[in-house]
C-alpha cells in the first residue's frame, strides 16, 4: 500500500508569508506526528494527532504554528509570517496506534525561507 | 537537552568492517527504536528493543539495551556503502505517546 505522502516536496516562500504544508497518512493509522528537522539537527516534536482527541501541541515554538487533521486523514500545517529560522525539513510520521509503536515517515517538505 | 544522546557524531569506515553507534537517554521508558535516514529526507524504522529486553538481532543488525546504565547500541556488521546515512536512536518517555530523537551519527562507508 501507499506510504506517507507529503506535499510539497520544496516549497521557498518570502519572508513573512504564510505557508501550507500537507500531509497523507497511511490509511488506518491513527495518530499523526509532525516535526521539524534543521540542517544536521535531530527531529524536533511539533505536534501529535491521535483520533478525535484534542492534539497535543506542546511543541510547536510560536503561535504562528498551527496544525490541524481531519479524522484519521489529511493534516495540514501551516506558519504564518515566516522567518528564516522557520527554514528546514518538515517531517510527518504516522502510526498504526500511538504509543511505543512503530512511527513510519513521509519524505517531509523542505521549506526555504528567503 | 535531548533525551536521546547519539555518540559517535560522524564515523567513517571501510566497506566490510562493522559499525557501532550508541545512544544514552535520560529518563524511564517503554521500549528505544533505531531509525535511518538517508539523504535528509524521511526516516526509515529500523528496529524496536522493548525494556525487558537485552538484545535482538534483525538481518545485519544487533541492537542491545543496559536499562541499568540508561544506553543502547546498534552495531551494523559487514557494512556496505549503501548503509552510508544517519542513525537516529529515538525514545518514549516513559510511555509517552511521543518519541524523542537524539540528533544522530552520522555513517560512512567508504567502498
Known amino acids: 500500500g501507499a506510504g506517507v505522502s507529503q506535499s510539497p516536496s520544496n516549497k521557498v516562500t518570502e519572508k513573512g508569508k504564510d505557508v501550507e504544508l500537507r500531509c497523507d497518512p497511511i490509511s488506518g493509522h491513527t495518530a499523526l506526528y509532525w516535526y521539524r528537522q534543521r540542517l544536521g539537527q535531530g527531529l524536533e516534536f511539533l505536534i501529535y494527532f491521535q483520533g478525535n482527541s484534542a492534539p497535543d501541541k506542546s511543541g510547536l515554538p510560536s503561535d504562528r504554528f498551527s496544525a490541524e487533521r481531519t479524522g484519521e486523514s489529511v493534516s495540514t500545517l501551516t506558519i504564518q509570517r515566516t522567518q528564516q529560522e522557520d527554514s528546514a525539513v518538515y517531517l510527518c510520521?504516522?502510526?498504526?496506534?500511538?504509543?511505543?509503536?512503530?512511527?513510519?515517515f513521509g519524505p517531509g517538505t523542505r521549506l526555504t525561507v528567503t | 537537552s535531548q533525551q536521546g544522546e547519539e555518540d559517535p557524531q560522524a564515523l567513517s569506515i571501510q566497506e566490510g568492517e562493522n559499525a557501532t553507534m550508541n545512544c544514552s537517554y535520560k529518563?524511564?521508558?517503554?521500549?528505544l527504536q533505531w531509525y535511518r535516514q538517508n539523504s535528509g529526507r524521511g526516516l526509515v524504522h529500523l528496529i524496536l528493543i522493548r525494556s525487558n529486553e537485552r538484545e535482538k538481532h534483525s538481518g545485519r543488525l544487533r541492537v542491545t539495551l543496559d536499562t541499568s546504565k540508561k544506553s543502547s547500541s546498534l552495531l551494523i556488521t559487514a557494512s556496505r556503502a549503501a548503509d552510508t546515512a544517519s542513525y537516529f536512536c529515538a525514545t518514549d518517555l516513559g510511555g509517552s505517546e511521543k518519541l524523542v530523537f537524539g540528533k544522530g551519527t552520522k555513517l560512512t562507508v567508504n567502498p
Open positions: 529518563t524511564s521508558i517503554n521500549n
Open positions: 510520521a504516522s502510526s498504526l496506534v500511538p504509543g511505543s509503536y512503530e512511527q513510519y
